[in-house]
Structures are given as C-alpha cells and as structure tokens.
C-alpha cells in the first residue's frame, strides 16, 4: 500500500484540512499519515473558535520517525500558519522527501486577499516551499501574491498559460491554477508539465453555491491519485470531478450545512472514478 503523509490543520467539526484529507485519501487506498499543524476547535467560518499551536510537536515527530526508518511514497502540505511551519515543511520535504512524489497547496489567498493573519513577506517565503515541491496547485489569487504580481478578476487562456510559465519557474515540475473559468459556466483547473511542456485543463459544470473545504478536497483527491500511479491528467479530470459532485449532492440535500461539502456521499462516485 502507497504512504503519504500530510502536513496541515485539524478543525474538530468542520469539512477542510486533515478532516477531509485523511478520509478521503485513505478511501482512495492509500495510507495517511499526518502532521498536524493547529487543532481549532471548529474551523476558521465560527465565530468564537478555539486554536491550540502544535508547531513545537512538529520536530519531535519528524526526529521519531527518522529513529523508526518511516517512509513515505508522497509529501503533501496544506494550510500552513506561520513562517516557523514553512521552515518545518522544508525540512520535511529534505528529511523524508528524496525521490519522493511532494506536493504543495499554498493555502493562503483568495478573492484577491490575503487571509487574516498573512502577509506579502509570508508569500514571499511560501515560494522558497513551492520551490521544492514536484507540483503545486494554488487558486489565481495565491499565484499572484507568490508572484508578486497584482490579481486579476478577468483573465484569458495566454494570461493563465503565462502564469503556469512562471510559476514552474520557481522550481517547482508542474504546476496547477484551480478554480479557472474560461468558459460561462464551466469551472476547473488548468496545470502545465514543465518537464514535457504539455498543457493540461479539465472542467465541470460550475455549480451555484461555494462552499469552505473545497480546496483541500480537490488537492487531496489530486494528489492521492497521483501518488497511485495515475497521470497528471487523469489526476487532475478525477479531482475536478469528485469535487464537482460533491458540491452538487451538498445542494440536492435539503438539510445540508453551510460549513463544508456532504464528500462522504460523493466517495462511491470517486471509487468509480479510480
């Protein structure tokens, strides 16, 4: 069985970050292992959550299983809150990630902005992580700011492909821009290989409502079929896709909640996709 092992939050009731990672990667047939980052209490959309640091259990643990000889066939990051888990995710990545498939979604912006907490110097370091993953995958407002460049709200196929250029060249093998529309009413992810110099892109139907989570669904549906073997387009066509009926079985169900996607109705529908 493959082995990845992910580094981001846990939020005891709500649908993002390891609470979505770890299910839906061990569901596709691989073993999870975690690092997590912050325990809250419920996630950031609450009001009046709690938040405990766990960024001083991160180095111990990594010391652990180095003594132990564990061993990962993948390395995927999420949400990470400060410039001290930047720090850690790199060592991660030269501790336990040679020859390893490593996988970086630098969860951070979006609309535009930064979220509460970031700042511009903390994209900056986010692109010396970036810089050592095989593949990363950010939305249009997160590739900006790790450009250093402004946000655009209107864009068309030679800005996205420009884009992917330059991210690719921060070091990174492939890149992926999630959430890409270039078409009314169809939504999906554009990716370019930088080693073979193909272009990728997938789309579903764009559904009506967004919902918190979507993004570390889609990432840890992306990476986890990849590190099972499948190709970077087939990756990409089975994220979008398990992501899209997500959403579209959270809005069919007339009591859905407003924190997160019903995922766990939508997995028969990703095993079938595998």
């Not at 990594?62 to 888990?85: A, M, N, V």
């Not at 110099?197 to 992306?222: M, N, R, V």
């Not at 089975?238 to 019903?262: K, Q, S, W």
């Amino acid at each position: 069985m493959k082995r990845i092992v992910t580094m981001q939050d846990v939020s005891c009731v709500g649908k993002c970050s390891l609470t979505v990672a770890l299910p839906v990667i061990s569901a596709m047939g691989v073993e999870c292992g975690v690092i997590p980052t912050a325990v809250l209490s419920t996630h950031t959309m609450f009001r009046g959550f709690t938040f405990h640091d766990l960024t001083g259990e991160i180095r111990p643990i990594l010391d652990h299983w180095k003594r132990e000889k564990i061993d990962f066939d993948g390395i995927y990051t999420g949400y990470l809150g400060s410039f001290e888990q930047l720090e850690l995710a790199k060592a991660l990545f030269r501790e336990f990630g040679e020859g390893k498939l490593v996988a970086v979604d630098p969860c951070m912006a979006d609309n535009g902005k930064l979220y509460p907490g970031f700042t511009p110097e903390f994209a900056d370091e986010m692109r010396h992580v970036c810089a050592l993953a095989d593949v990363i995958c950010p939305n249009l407002t997160e590739a900006a700011f790790l450009l250093r460049e402004p946000y655009r709200e209107e864009y068309d196929e030679e800005y996205v492909r420009a884009t992917l250029r330059k991210l690719c060249e921060l070091g990174c093998k492939k890149a992926v821009l999630t959430g890409i529309s270039l078409e009314k009413g169809k939504l999906g992810a554009y990716a370019l290989d930088s080693e073979t110099g193909e272009y990728f892109q997938t789309y579903q139907t764009e559904q009506p409502a967004k919902f918190h989570g979507t993004g570390d669904l889609w990432a840890s549906t992306f990476f986890a079929a990849m590190v099972r073997g499948k190709s970077f387009p087939e990756a990409l066509d089975i994220a979008c896709a398990f992501t899209t009926e997500a959403v579209r079985l959270t809005l069919a169900d007339p009591e859905h909640v407003d924190y997160g996607v019903n995922f766990e109705e939508a997995i028969p529908f990703l095993l079938g996709k595998l």
